[in-house]
């Protein structure tokens, strides 16, 4: 089956387009027209500024239930943790669907139409496997598919509290107990129609050096991205270098992990040999600008690390924030605050961070481009809005990065099928109402059943 789409602008990667026939078969864009001054019949009208689908490359969905509650109060990433693990101990598979499954439809709502979930959070309180040893990985594909958008599941591995150190009672719940074990119990998933089974490793203090090549191994056997979070604090940094004598990037280069489908997320506090070591890796980098700053975790060196070869890439992270364009914006905001300067990335260049390179680093290459072939994934941005009246249609990525917000997303389409549709989730129709009952079952202190 054919779908028609007509764009009134569309955004082709270098230049916006007025007047675009976009027809979509089987998933995928299976011609392009420009210059079409006006919609045949039949076909789906999509007014604004049309992008590619965005790519949320860093997620924790449960971390929507944060939001507000770490705002209330002071400290540092280590007491902001804290109260993550008090959220994390509550959730059961169901549970995490519900959660899950609003907070994918606000991605939906947002222009996002695949999410990179970074997820860690495997078993039951105490660390006993449900009987579906992945009931909660699977409780995110599930939820990911039933708000219409595509998941790579970055499946975690999370074995330690620190360096030399077991898992704390928290952390229970995210450990397999070895690499070998984790291997063993995240090979039974498998990618998909919307899903791709991705790995990760927590980071260098969650995983012994040891067993990093494990992980690394796990990956590029399957041809499978594989992500880590990098140097977020200088904690992690000084902590690594009292364990092991080097920095975290280099101990993941002297393991195996550094690589073309290798993405770091943060690489925050780096040194110059850091950054030389992932831009000659190819490994990408995923900033996530709104956590960072929400959590006083510094600014990352985003310009430093393309220009030594890291592809980069944009995440929510913690949902502190869900926009995509705000997330674009901060990565060149902050480097003005750095550097006294404007002007380090152009809008295309970001919007290709938002999208194409996002979906890259969640192993989609084949996404993030209105072109022939690609993906039929695409999202549409009012150009008549409060923030995004005004200027020029020509200049629709300009105002799409630098003013406008998640709020004007008007339509979002994947495989060639409206998951959004004039601002409403066509499978979840309210999705606030989604999120507070979810958000509320979570908050709620009365004792809950957790047998495996």
Same mark, same amino acid.
Request: hydrophobic share 40%; with cysteine; net charge negative.
């Given at each position: 089956?054919?779908?028609?789409?007509?764009?009134?602008?569309?955004?082709?990667? #270098?230049?916006?387009?007025?007047?675009?026939?976009?027809?979509?078969? #089987?998933?995928?864009?299976?011609?392009?027209?420009?210059?079409?001054?006006?919609?045949?019949?039949?076909?789906?009208?999509?007014?604004?500024?049309? @992008?590619?689908?965005?790519?949320?490359?860093?997620?924790?969905?449960?971390?929507?239930?944060?939001?507000?509650?770490?705002?209330?109060?002071?400290?540092?990433?280590?007491?902001?943790?804290?109260?993550?693990?008090?959220?994390?101990?509550?959730?059961?598979?169901?549970?995490?669907?519900?959660?899950?499954?609003?907070?994918?439809?606000?991605?939906?709502?947002?222009?996002?139409?695949?999410?990179?979930?970074?997820?860690?959070?495997?078993?039951?309180?105490?660390?006993?496997?449900?009987?579906?040893?992945?009931?909660?990985?699977?409780?995110?594909?599930?939820?990911?598919?039933?708000?219409?958008?595509?998941?790579?599941?970055?499946?975690?591995?999370?074995?330690?509290?620190?360096?030399?150190?077991?898992?704390?009672? &928290?952390?229970?719940?995210?450990?397999?107990?070895?690499?070998?074990?984790?291997?063993?119990?995240?090979?039974?998933?498998?990618?998909?129609?919307?899903?791709?089974?991705?790995?990760?490793?927590?980071?260098?203090?969650?995983?012994?050096?040891?067993?990093?090549?494990?992980?690394?191994?796990?990956?590029?056997?399957?041809?499978?991205?594989?992500?880590?979070?990098?140097?977020?604090?200088?904690?992690?940094?000084?902590?690594?270098?009292?364990?092991?004598?080097?920095?975290?990037?280099?101990?993941?280069? #002297?393991?195996?992990?550094?690589?073309?489908?290798?993405?770091?997320?943060?690489?925050? &506090?780096?040194?110059?040999?850091?950054?030389?070591?992932?831009?000659?890796?190819?490994?990408?980098?995923?900033?996530?600008?709104?956590?960072?700053?929400?959590?006083?975790?510094?600014?990352? +060196?985003?310009?430093?690390?393309?220009?030594?070869?890291?592809?980069?890439?944009?995440?929510?992270?913690?949902?502190?924030?869900?926009?995509?364009?705000?997330?674009?914006?901060?990565?060149?905001?902050?480097?003005?605050?750095?550097?006294?300067?404007?002007?380090?990335?152009?809008?295309?260049?970001?919007?290709?961070?938002?999208?194409?390179?996002? &979906?890259?680093?969640?192993?989609?290459?084949?996404?993030?481009?209105?072109?022939?072939?690609?993906?039929?994934?695409?999202?549409?941005?009012?150009?008549?809005?409060?923030?995004?009246?005004?200027? +020029?249609?020509? @200049?629709?990525?300009?105002?799409?990065?630098?003013?406008?917000?998640?709020?004007?997303?008007?339509?979002?389409?994947?495989?060639?099928?409206?998951?959004?549709? #004039?601002?409403? &989730?066509?499978?979840?129709?309210?999705?606030?109402?989604?999120?507070?009952?979810?958000?509320?079952?979570?908050?709620?202190?009365?004792?809950?059943?957790?047998?495996?």
């Amino acid at each position: 089956m054919t779908t028609t789409y007509w764009l009134e602008h569309a955004w082709l990667g #270098d230049a916006v387009e007025p007047g675009v026939l976009l027809e979509a078969a #089987d998933g995928r864009i299976a011609a392009l027209h420009k210059e079409t001054p006006a919609p045949p019949p039949g076909a789906e009208v999509l007014r604004g500024l049309t @992008l590619p689908g965005l790519a949320n490359s860093h997620s924790h969905a449960f971390h929507r239930a944060l939001r507000g509650a770490v705002q209330a109060e002071s400290g540092t990433f280590w007491t902001w943790r804290e109260t993550m693990y008090r959220i994390a101990s509550r959730l059961t598979p169901d549970m995490y669907f519900a959660l899950a499954r609003a907070a994918y439809a606000e991605m939906a709502l947002a222009g996002i139409t695949a999410v990179g979930e970074f997820h860690y959070l495997h078993h039951a309180p105490g660390g006993a496997p449900y009987a579906d040893p992945n009931a909660m990985g699977e409780a995110l594909i599930e939820a990911a598919a039933d708000a219409g958008i595509r998941i790579t599941l970055l499946d975690t591995c999370y074995l330690s509290s620190g360096f030399g150190q077991p898992p704390g009672e &928290h952390q229970l719940r995210f450990s397999d107990g070895t690499a070998e074990a984790w291997a063993e119990r995240c090979s039974v998933l498998k990618d998909r129609d919307h899903v791709r089974i991705g790995a990760a490793v927590h980071s260098v203090r969650a995983v012994p050096a040891e067993q990093l090549a494990t992980v690394a191994r796990w990956a590029e056997e399957r041809g499978a991205p594989l992500h880590v979070h990098l140097s977020e604090q200088p904690a992690e940094n000084e902590a690594c270098l009292a364990a092991h004598g080097c920095t975290p990037a280099r101990l993941l280069a #002297d393991h195996g992990v550094l690589g073309a489908r290798t993405t770091g997320v943060h690489n925050t &506090h780096l040194t110059d040999e850091d950054i030389a070591l992932l831009g000659g890796a190819g490994a990408g980098t995923c900033m996530c600008p709104t956590t960072e700053r929400d959590l006083a975790d510094g600014i990352g +060196p985003a310009a430093a690390l393309q220009r030594a070869g890291s592809p980069l890439s944009l995440g929510s992270d913690s949902h502190a924030v869900v926009d995509l364009f705000e997330e674009a914006r901060a990565m060149e905001l902050n480097e003005r605050l750095r550097t006294r300067t404007r002007g380090h990335w152009t809008a295309a260049a970001l919007l290709r961070a938002a999208a194409e390179d996002g &979906h890259a680093a969640l192993g989609r290459p084949d996404a993030g481009r209105i072109e022939q072939g690609a993906l039929a994934d695409f999202t549409t941005v009012a150009l008549d809005s409060v923030r995004t009246a005004g200027p +020029p249609p020509r @200049l629709g990525a300009e105002t799409a990065v630098f003013a406008a917000s998640a709020a004007d997303v008007r339509h979002t389409v994947v495989a060639g099928r409206h998951v959004v549709r #004039d601002g409403t &989730h066509a499978r979840v129709p309210d999705v606030p109402a989604a999120l507070t009952d979810s958000i509320a079952a979570l908050h709620d202190t009365r004792p809950r059943g957790a047998t495996p």
